[in-house]
Structures are given as structure tokens and as C-alpha cells.
């Protein structure tokens, strides 16, 4: 069974700090996703890295894609109250057309 | 456009009822997928759909059964429910077949409590 292991599961910060969220399987993966959810919505996509060691910027995000593409990272500078969410990573298992999400890291930023 | 609409919004049901998920989607859609969400256990894939007329079995498929007649709709139903049923349904569609890469839109959820 393919998955993905987040961590940490939960995490509470202040206004202003930096965070880092991991995302890590066993298994190698053509792409990644980040989504966000935020309470009584469905999540919504953030970005997709699809090459080893890919970096992409969103804001104040910052995505990685781990070089053996087994791994991804997401940094938040000075986090900010409006990141509170569920944050999910998601994977198509090689050969497939579906996705399967990692258990996802909430987040809550303290004004 | 209304994106990928669910109804009900709310159901609770008694053990043994039966009942249908509605899933829309306005946007050409080709792939359709329904997801169940518990605490602390992320995004689980019940069942999905490549095209109209076509269904396939996700992670967690007991219990549940699925139909896609039109492009548009997707629909989950539960024959006899029972209290482990009771979760968060998420529908998701994607437009393109075969791409990895391609974006989820998904809908806003149906919460399904089963006592």
C-alpha cells in the first residue's frame, strides 16, 4: 500500500513565524500536489511540482519536490492568520489516474 | 459557472436506510471521484469515473456503489448504512484523461452522520 506519511499532524504558531510541513512516502511519484482546506470547504489546489528538486513559489509558500521525487516540502514565511487550514498532499500512484492524500498537517496562526 | 455542486449538504440517517449522494459538475469534466474525509485519516478514495458510463473501485469501495449515466453527475449511493459510514463525502472532478498533473476542483462536501 502507496502512502503518505505528513508531519507534524498538528501545529500552532504565532503571527509572523516560519514553518516547514513534510510530506514523505516510500514510493516515487511523476508528481505532487498541495492542496488547502479550509473549515466546511472542499481543498483547494495550491501547486503541483512534477520535477526532482523543483522549487516553486506562491506568496509567501514555498514548495519542494524532493530530488528522488519520494518526498515534498512546504516552507510558510511569516505565517500569517489567513493560513489556518488543513493543509493535504496528494499522489498518483504510478500507472494510475487517481490520487491518494496524505492524513494532512492543521495548521492555526495565532493573530 | 457553479463548479462541482453536492446535495445534500446534511443527512442523517438510521442504520439499515438507504440513500444517493448527488455529484454536478459544469466544466466538460471526463474524470469524477468520490472521496470520503475522517478525522485524522486525510482524503480516502471510495469510487472514480474515467468518462461517462464508466466506474472503478477506489481505496474504500465496500458499501458504497456509484453511477455516472451522464458526463455531468456522479452519484454515491449507500444500500444499507451503518454507523462507520458516517463521515464527510467529497465529490472531485478533473478535466483531462491520463494527466497526473491535472487540478482537482471539488465540491463542498456532504456531512453524513448514521446512528
Known amino acids: 500500500t502507496q502512502l503518505l506519511e505528513q508531519s507534524p499532524q498538528f501545529l500552532s504558531i504565532q503571527e509572523g513565524e516560519n514553518l516547514t510541513v513534510y510530506c514523505n512516502s516510500s514510493?516515487?511519484?511523476?508528481?505532487l500536489q498541495w492542496y488547502r482546506q479550509e473549515p466546511g470547504e472542499g481543498p483547494v489546489l495550491l501547486v503541483t511540482?512534477?520535477?526532482?528538486?523543483e522549487v516553486k513559489k506562491l506568496k509567501r509558500l514555498t514548495f519542494q519536490f524532493g530530488d528522488a521525487r519520494k518526498d515534498s516540502s512546504l516552507h510558510i514565511t511569516a505565517a500569517q492568520p489567513g493560513d489556518t487550514g488543513l493543509y493535504l498532499c496528494?499522489?498518483?500512484?504510478?500507472?494510475?489516474?487517481?490520487?491518494?492524500f496524505g492524513t494532512g498537517t492543521r495548521l492555526k496562526v495565532l493573530a | 459557472n457553479a463548479g462541482v455542486t453536492q446535495t445534500p449538504k446534511f443527512r442523517v440517517l438510521k442504520t439499515g436506510q438507504s440513500m444517493t449522494l448527488l455529484c454536478a459538475q459544469d466544466?466538460?469534466?471526463?474524470?469524477m471521484y468520490w472521496y470520503r474525509q475522517d478525522p485524522g485519516m486525510g482524503l480516502r478514495l471510495i469510487h472514480y469515473?474515467?468518462?461517462?458510463?464508466?466506474?472503478a473501485k477506489g481505496e474504500v469501495p465496500d458499501g458504497y456503489n456509484v453511477s455516472r449515466l451522464k458526463k455531468q453527475n456522479f452519484l454515491l449511493g449507500l444500500e444499507s448504512a451503518a454507523p462507520s459510514q458516517t463521515s464527510v463525502y467529497f465529490c472531485?472532478?478533473?478535466?483531462?484523461?491520463?494527466?497526473?498533473?491535472?487540478?482537482?476542483?471539488f465540491g463542498p462536501g456532504t456531512r453524513l452522520t448514521v446512528l
Open positions: 472531485a472532478s478533473s478535466p483531462r484523461a491520463g494527466a497526473s498533473t491535472d487540478t482537482q476542483y
Open positions: 514510493s516515487v511519484f511523476s508528481s
Open positions: 511540482v512534477v520535477t526532482g528538486g
Open positions: 496528494a499522489a498518483p500512484p504510478p500507472g494510475t489516474y487517481k490520487y491518494i
Open positions: 466544466m466538460n469534466h471526463e474524470y
Open positions: 469515473s474515467v468518462g461517462e458510463g464508466t466506474t
